[in-house]
């Protein structure tokens, strides 16, 4: 049952990135919870903090098929140090604008959209690098302390932000991310350099294509982007939380999304179970549908504190979901498809944040959180439902089964570039 901590063990360059982005992500998840404080305070206005999660949706997709296809073929350490650097100059920018006597909203859309499209072509590099450095069958317990180091970042940190934005303005938060960035730059100077695949494709919009065949040529896969984006679209609460501290008090505006990486810390903690299940599939439905129940429990609390107990289930549910979905990604997936596989992936699992934080301002204003919050919860469970129905393969796939399957695939392929060299 107890978290198995062998990746940290075994890499030297796995724990310079997994302590240097957990500092990292502590000072980002001050930003995360400022940004959308400081825009409700400036506009008063859920729905305009839901825009804040659309500005972040188009440079995200549109760069994840860039960064996707980079990874596959240039040095993922140079990515790594690019765009690690580039997300501290968006945070700087933030700082600045935050000491104005009147800050620009366009300043805040702008850096949010800048920090998404960065993330977009830095992920992809850093699942790739992590599935070179780490052998297939650590990476469920790579997953487990991934989450962990989320966890960690999403409880203590909005917390903390939310009582320096109420109390001592969102200059100090800004402030206290861009220090933040001196760990993980720290981390990506420091890893050794990676090389990719033999024979690795250019990036093309031809290989991108062939990924994106791929991805929905398996059911097992599809299963994990959709679910994903159905549970998250309709249920994801976080551009409320600004409307929600209102309500149950300002200093509470930290307390929402450190109650679902609580549950989710707890989670990853307790995964240590997960490893023996094989049915992949069908625990990504359950958990889901049990993200969805939590939120409509949620929105239906007029205490904090069962309000918060709830946010906490959520979180729990959410984890297990992404436990089985990143075990499903890293242990069946190509090594020469791994890049733009994980444009892919991250594409599935902020699509659903970002599109649904949008909807459910939009949805607040106009006729209430509560009814945004319930309806949203009903609309999950029944969206996964026939998700995973439409799915069949999806719910009755086998983790050993999709090993096996990522092993002929790259022996096919090794043979294949023998044979071609061989011809030549």
Request: hydrophobic residues 55%; neutral net charge; glycine residues 8%.
């Amino acid at each position: 049952m107890l978290l198995d901590i062998s990746p940290l063990k075994i890499s030297r360059d796995y724990r310079l990135l997994f302590f240097g982005q957990l500092i990292s992500f502590f000072g980002s998840m001050m930003t995360f919870i400022v940004v959308p404080w400081q825009m409700y305070e400036l506009t008063g206005s859920s729905a305009m903090v839901g825009y804040i999660y659309l500005a972040e949706f188009v440079p995200m997709v549109v760069l994840a098929f860039v960064g996707g296809a980079w990874a596959d073929f240039f040095d993922k350490r140079r990515l790594l140090r690019l765009t690690e650097m580039a997300q501290g100059l968006a945070s700087a920018v933030l700082l600045v604008n935050s000491l104005l006597p009147e800050p620009k909203i366009w300043v805040l859309f702008l850096c949010v959209a800048a920090h998404a499209g960065l993330a977009a072509i830095q992920r992809p590099a850093f699942e790739s690098f992590i599935q070179k450095i780490i052998p297939p069958e650590l990476m469920s317990a790579v997953m487990e302390l991934n989450s962990i180091r989320w966890s960690l970042g999403e409880i203590v940190s909005p917390a903390i932000a939310g009582v320096i934005a109420v109390k001592l303005g969102p200059s100090i938060a800004y402030a206290l991310d861009l220090v933040t960035f001196a760990g993980t730059l720290y981390a990506v100077y420091a890893i050794a350099a990676v090389a990719p695949p033999e024979n690795a494709e250019r990036p093309s919009w031809q290989g991108i294509k062939r990924a994106w065949r791929y991805a929905f040529s398996r059911q097992e896969l599809l299963g994990t982007y959709f679910i994903d984006i159905a549970a998250m679209f309709f249920a994801m609460p976080q551009a409320l939380y600004p409307a929600l501290a209102i309500v149950f008090g300002a200093e509470y505006v930290g307390f929402f999304p450190a109650a679902i990486a609580s549950g989710a810390l707890v989670a990853s903690l307790t995964s240590g179970w997960t490893k023996n299940i094989q049915r992949h599939g069908l625990m990504v439905t359950l958990a889901a549908v049990m993200w969805g129940v939590a939120i409509i429990f949620f929105g239906l609390s007029s205490s904090i504190w069962l309000a918060l107990a709830f946010l906490f289930a959520a979180g729990f549910f959410d984890m297990i979901s992404g436990i089985f979905r990143g075990s499903i990604w890293n242990q069946t997936i190509p090594n020469y498809l791994r890049g733009r596989l994980a444009s892919i992936e991250m594409i599935s699992y902020l699509t659903g944040p970002m599109l649904g934080s949008a909807k459910m301002g939009i949805v607040a204003e106009r006729f209430g959180v509560k009814i945004a919050l319930v309806s949203g919860g009903v609309l999950c469970v029944v969206a996964v439902a026939g998700a995973a129905l439409f799915l069949p393969k999806f719910l009755t796939y086998d983790g050993r089964e999709g090993v096996k399957q990522k092993e002929i695939e790259e022996a096919e392929r090794a043979e294949m570039l023998r044979v071609s060299e061989a011809e030549f």
